[in-house]
């Protein structure tokens, strides 16, 4: 039998790659993923199921022909709020004029246009901001009756039918998920997602949906890109599985200067917490049609990376852009070369928190620590609900990390998580067994030679989730 073919990231930081137009073939998704995608993102904001299940279905055959677990990521749309339509298609407002937004469907014109969302007329109040257009066009709001808003225009400019409506300073009383998302989360579950990517999150309650609806079948990782969220971050880091740090809507809420604070504060208590942490939107931006990004983008992607999220994500760079593998390379380039910065690892051991009083997380830290010291050339973890993996990823290790599974669907979900090189494998019946297990894969995947020493991590008795409990030094033989 022929060996199959090997494939070993040579960085520890994660790649999410969005496919769209761009990147629809099997051929242009094997690049991506040979280039360094470890998850794929499907939006559902754009393109029907039919088109996300072949996306799906491509994927699929990428894992078995590489014989590695592919995460695939959906991001369900969230309530999109907009304006309706002018009667020329477009008028221009003039700071200082005075605009009303209303109830009334006819179209509109330089004086008024409908806004479809009675939620946002009746929890709007006097001096409220609404920015429209992703926060080109800004209105202040003057009067308040029960049909309509009286604004004042802040900042000027074209408005053009259905542009996106949004309101920093207001939690609006609508649910993230619409009915459009809810068939589309049973639709990405059903067909083997295993993220859902929760879209306009402003309170807890939403996650708590979510998770009732997933019912366990995949992550929930909450997209923040509501300031309002940010007044819950702990209590709402505390129900998801993981979380992304959404910068489009959230630059357009927020003020610029505020965001690159909010992206870090987001990033570290989601590493305190042990929650994978996406950063995610322009990071490439402009290779969507250019071969090569400019050099604040490229300090951009270094920057997430020195922070220590657990991955990095290319959206219309991947799923629409001129160059599609090429930004995928140039991530898999920055980050590999950030990584191998001696400043890297020490702000990484500088920023490490302490392990929580529990037995997982002391054997966590342990291992971590017991493979520094030894110089150990690998860790492995046998995961049943990928629990430990995420336990042992919390310590960023400086020794790589084998996730061992049982299950596909774990495998899967470990591609988004920092380190870990997961690996389905039957589960141990012993101590001994793990053991020699452990051995036998780190050598297979190239991790370990012979001679070489490794830490085991794992729970007994075997089988059971989050009894993770055991520690042991092994030498490969």
Known sequence: MAARPKLRRRRRTKIIATLGPASSSIEVLTRLFQAGADVFRLNFSHGSHEDHAARIAMIRELEQRFDRPIGILADVQGPKLRVGRFGGGRVQLQTGQNFRLDLNPTPGDRERVNLPHPEIIEAASIGSSLLLDDGKLRLRVTRKRPDALETECVVGGPLSDRKGVNVPDVVLPIPALTEKDRADLEFAVSHGANFIGLSFVQRPEDVMEARRLIDGRAWVMVKLEKPQALDNLETILDLTDAVMVARGDLGVELP?????????????????????????TQMLESMMSAPAPTRAEASDVATAVFDGADAVMLSGETAAGQYPYEA??????????????????????????????????????????????????????????????????????????????????????????????????????????????????????????????????????????????????????
Do not use: C, Y
């Open 256 to 280: 610029p200067e505020e965001v690159p604070l909010a992206q870090k504060r987001i990033v570290r208590l989601a590493r305190r917490l042990g929650k994978p942490v996406v950063v995610a």
């Open 328 to 477: 995928v390379n140039m991530m898999d380039r920055i980050v590999a070369r950030v990584e191998q910065d001696a400043e890297w690892r020490a702000l990484l051991d500088a920023s490490r928190q302490p392990p929580e009083p529990q037995t997982a997380d002391a054997i966590a830290a342990a291992v971590a620590q017991v493979a520094a010291t030894i110089k150990a050339k690998a860790i492995v973890a046998f995961t049943h609900s990928g629990s430990t993996g995420l336990r042992v990823a919390r310590e960023r290790p400086a020794a790589p990390v084998i996730g061992l599974t049982q299950t596909m669907d774990v495998a899967r979900r470990m591609a988004v998580i920092w380190g870990v090189h997961a690996v389905v494998s039957e589960d141990a019946r012993s101590m001994t067994d793990a053991v020699n297990r452990a051995s036998r894969l780190a050598l297979a995947e190239g991790f370990a030679g012979h001679g070489d020493e490794i830490v085991v991590a794992a729970g007994v008795p075997f089988g059971q989730s989050g009894t993770t409990n055991a520690l042991r030094v092994a030498t490969v033989r």
